[in-house]
């Protein structure tokens, strides 16, 4: 049933990065056309501005969710509504909160930007921005955990799905329709607030949540434990962009944001192999199901380093073509920047090497006894970011961001293997310089095909296939050499997988 769960978790998740990582090339494309780079670097850059307010939840999502996993696995529908109430609360009062930062940002933000844009111009567009990101504090995020922790991500995924292909339907109609970006983003947000809405329908039918209960704040007690790891993810994802608009210009916000898009659906992809093993290694850890559980994580590990090690392989290779492409036209900045295009492709690598790791630490509630290195990777993300961006610009902003993703992926692999999975540290070496000899062949391997005059999308896709086959060969070949009992542990899963459907059908 685990695995049930989240293989379907998986493909849903798959579709949901599909249809995202599509309508996330067309939305900026228009706007660049339309707008220009200033434009798309303002949109990119307030949005990041009013995602700080996620600083306050303090990893209660994630203490919420290690929480659920008992009371969901024993059916305990009052200590599970216990917890439900507290987490409610909390976030409601998150959205309160978050009214009063946005007023505050409509007013100062425009500052920052006032050599490209006038006061009323963005201090409206920061409003309008903020809409959804209200309403989904407010409303849908404490059941959108609730149904993770249940393994079923789905519900959310597929409601996900509709109101992005909404919503990229309407922006390019309104766009061709000649309609201000102040419109434009106003209709984005009112369709994103159908999301939590609907999540919030879903739960109330399906659950028999006491409403009328006492929050169970002490099952969230951990949530100051888990702010250090939410600080760090939240600075991972919005850092660059603010340290760019304080230190550079909105237009390198621009060209950082293209990367960042392509590289983030890149991510997203490689994390759907992650959706649902959370809560799968959490029932497992509850249940007591030890060499349940080393079984599959090293399944788990040798399918995310196989995927991550292809799929940023073939981005550093094929990124700049399909920037140059994806660009054409537009002149106002340089977007060709092979530099940061690297480090950055390196920097989400080892962020995904760490995914197994980081799933078992969290399933197992470890929060505070790796807080301090979440707050580690944050302080180096943050000081060399702002110290590098002085010196190199946008290629300093990654530089920090690399250093920082290379210290917490070590952290979180041997805190794992030693004090949960009982592995040795050989099995980091020895998995990294795997890794590490895949990568190599495959640019070897590669560099024989001329890159340099690929101009159209159907000839960078038959590149890329070219290239995306060589390297996945070399990396499932050289993973079953060294890890041929990983493999059949996988095959197995699936072969379970397959019988459980036919006797069901």
Not at 29 to 40: E, K, P, Q, T, W
Not at 88 to 96: C, G, P, Q, R, V
Not at 157 to 185: D, G
């Amino acid at each position: 049933m685990r695995s049930k769960k989240a293989l379907i978790n998986i493909i849903s998740s798959f579709t949901l990065q599909l249809i995202t990582a599509i309508c996330g090339f067309i939305v900026p494309r228009y706007i660049l056309m339309a707008f220009g780079s200033g434009v798309n670097g303002l949109v990119s850059s307030i949005t990041q501005f009013l995602g700080y307010i996620a600083l306050i939840e303090g990893g209660v999502g994630g203490v919420t969710r290690a929480a659920l996993y008992k009371p969901l696995a024993k059916r305990d529908i009052k200590k599970l509504s216990g917890i439900v109430k507290a987490t409610e609360l909390f976030f409601k009062k998150i959205a309160y909160i978050f009214v009063g930062y946005t007023v505050l940002l409509s007013i100062f933000y425009p500052l920052l930007v006032a050599n490209d844009f006038d006061w009323f111009y963005a201090s409206s567009l920061v409003i309008i921005i903020g809409v959804s990101t209200f309403a989904q504090y407010y409303f849908g995020i404490t059941y959108q955990v609730l149904l993770q922790a249940d393994q079923k991500q789905y519900i959310t995924t597929w409601i996900q799905i509709t109101t992005t292909v909404i919503n990229t339907i309407l922006i390019v109609i309104l766009i061709k329709l000649k309609a201000q970006i102040h419109v434009v983003r106003l209709a984005s947000s009112l369709i994103f607030i159908l999301r939590p809405l609907l999540i919030n329908f879903y739960v109330n039918r399906k659950y028999k949540i006491i409403k009328e209960c006492e929050p169970d704040n002490e099952a969230i007690k951990q949530r100051w434990d888990g702010l250090g790891h939410h600080i760090a993810y939240f600075i991972h994802n919005n850092t660059d962009v603010v340290t760019l608009t304080l230190f550079t210009n909105i237009k390198e916000v621009s060209v950082y944001s293209i990367y960042h898009m392509i590289v983030r659906a890149i991510t997203n992809i490689v994390r759907i192999f992650s959706t649902g093993i959370e809560a799968a290694f959490g029932n497992m850890i509850s249940n007591n199901e030890k060499e349940s559980l080393l079984r599959n994580f090293r399944a788990f590990d040798f399918l995310s380093s196989v995927v991550t090690t292809t799929v940023f392989t073939v981005a550093g290779i094929m990124m700049l073509p399909f920037v140059k492409i994806y660009t054409k036209d537009i002149i106002d900045v340089n977007y060709l920047r092979p530099v940061f295009s690297v480090l950055l492709i390196m920097a989400e690598a080892f962020y995904c090497l760490r995914l197994p790791y980081q799933s078992v630490a969290l399933a197992a509630g470890k929060y505070r006894e790796t807080r301090n290195g979440a707050f580690a990777e944050a302080s180096i993300n943050v000081i060399l970011s702002v110290i590098l961006v002085n010196f190199f610009g946008i290629v300093g902003v990654a530089i920090g961001t690399l250093l920082a993703m290379m210290f917490r992926t070590l952290q979180y692999s041997i805190f794992s293997c030693k004090n949960i999975l009982g592995l040795k540290i050989d099995y980091i070496m020895k998995r990294n310089f795997v890794n590490v000899v895949c990568v190599l062949l495959a640019i070897i391997i590669t560099s024989s095909i001329n890159l340099s005059k690929v101009s159209a999308y159907s000839v960078w896709i038959a590149h890329a296939v070219v290239v995306t086959l060589i390297t996945f060969g070399i990396n499932i070949l050289l993973n079953i050499i060294f890890y041929y009992t990983d493999f059949k542990n996988i095959l197995a899963i699936i072969k379970n997988l397959v019988i459980v459907s036919t006797k069901r059908q």
